[in-house]
């Protein structure tokens, strides 16, 4: 299916997008605008080709069969080499299975489990997952011990850190870890309502890290500061820009060396190419869903990837009032 001119990539229903290897690209989804750039580290004595390196930043995109359910995983996993590679395998595995889900909780917490529990040589992830209803407009925020991302208001033209809220339950003080490091956490999340022209930008440690040798960290004030003086109505050229400041920090004088870690950014904005509710629609999506169910047992051998079970989710793919 070709995209617009603007989109390098337009994800089909029930296409998981993504993974560990250098990336600069335009996605679309049936909801969301996305530009990605991910440059893995390499090691100062080993510069990085040009090529597919891999690195401990993992980038994912799911869209579920209706297409109104679009979700993103951004995370950093510790270490380097094959270990890495095992780990981003198996979270793209996970997001997978639960690409039909609505409920994030369900899904974050569930990754946490299965992840602690994978061949990943006892490796955890900070991670920032997010979950995208079309029909509502609807952005679901959840942080495993991430940074936080950050929202572009259009109608205020301002930017701002979105903050997620962490439990306080006394009787629950394991709460948004890193996934991987303890099984039974308590993970939080918060909702906006994306407008037109709203932009929510999710990025890895290495932006607020960034620091000149002996000099004090950027900071997430500092990444505000520099997204300040961007042009929002340009998403394309924030990355860009926002690199180009955060090297500034680093080099004050110019000849910024190589960053010393992973850095992955990542800007999303609502579209309207978001999938109508209709008894064709509702016909499709479990035609797809059965399709890689059967798929799944007799060829992967493994546990298809089935849908919520709500009205919410089934009952709205085929009328809108449902949504």
């Not at 299965?114 to 900070?126: I, K, M, P, V, W």
């Not at 039974?184 to 906006?192: K, L, S």
Request: with cysteine; aromatic share 6%; hydrophobic share 40%.
């Amino acid at each position: 299916m070709a995209g617009p001119p603007e989109h390098d990539h337009v994800m089909r229903c029930a296409e998981v997008f993504g993974g560990n290897r250098r990336a600069q690209t335009a996605i679309a989804t049936r909801g969301l605008d996305a530009w990605l750039y991910s440059d893995p580290y390499t090691g100062d004595a080993n510069p990085a080709p040009a090529g597919p390196t891999a690195g401990g930043d993992v980038h994912f995109l799911t869209s579920c069969a209706t297409g109104r359910v679009t979700r993103l995983l951004l995370g950093d996993v510790s270490g380097h080499g094959e270990r890495v590679d095992r780990a981003a395998r198996e979270l793209k595995s996970l997001l997978g299975s639960y690409a039909h889900y609505i409920d994030q909780l369900r899904f974050i917490a569930e990754v946490n489990r299965r992840f602690g529990s994978a061949d990943t040589d006892g490796l955890f992830a900070t991670a920032v997952v997010a979950t995208y209803f079309s029909p509502t407009g609807e952005l679901t925020v959840c942080s495993a011990g991430h940074p936080a991302p950050l929202h572009y208001d259009a109608s205020r033209d301002a930017w701002r850190r979105l903050e997620v809220l962490t439990p306080l339950e006394d009787d629950h003080p394991l709460s948004n870890l890193p996934l991987g490091i303890e099984r039974d956490v308590e993970y939080a999340q918060t909702t906006i309502t994306m407008r037109e022209n709203d932009l929510v930008l999710f990025y890895t440690d290495a932006l607020p890290e960034a620091r000149p040798p002996g000099g004090p960290m950027l900071g997430t004030a500092g990444v505000l500061d520099a997204l300040g003086s961007l042009d929002a109505a340009d998403p394309a050229s924030i990355t860009r820009g926002l690199l180009a400041r955060v090297d500034d920090h680093r080099a004050p004088a110019g000849d910024a060396p190589p960053h010393d870690d992973d850095v992955t950014v990542l800007i999303v904005r609502r579209n309207d190419r978001g999938p109508t509710p209709s008894i064709a629609t509702g016909l499709i999506a479990t035609a797809r869903v059965t399709g890689h169910a059967v798929r799944s047992l007799l060829i992967d051998r493994k546990l298809p990837a089935l849908p919520e079970w709500s009205w919410r989710n089934i009952a709205g793919a085929f009328a809108k009032r449902f949504n």
